[in-house]
């Protein structure tokens, strides 16, 4: 499951300058855990954000755990 998460996170050099975002839309990872260290609960970003989804937010936090190792 973690894997199939994880394939959530996309990096193409023509979306946000190749920074990692959620399946190839327009939203960088870092812009959603700014928006959950703003304070922003999931239901709160899912609902301001329509075309994510639950499991978005969970592979964004699973990428930024990767990230340390």
Do not use: W
Not at 16 to 40: A, D, N, Q, T, W
Not at 41 to 64: G, K
Request: charged share 30%; with cysteine.
């Amino acid at each position: 499951m973690e894997k199939d998460l994880l394939q959530r996170i996309t990096h193409n050099p023509e979306i946000c300058h190749g920074k990692p975002c959620i399946r190839g839309l327009r939203y960088p990872v870092e812009f959603v855990l700014e928006l959950l260290s703003s304070g922003m609960t999931t239901e709160e970003i899912l609902a301001d954000y329509n075309d994510l989804e639950s499991d978005d937010i969970i592979a964004v936090l699973l990428f930024a755990a990767h990230l340390d190792r």
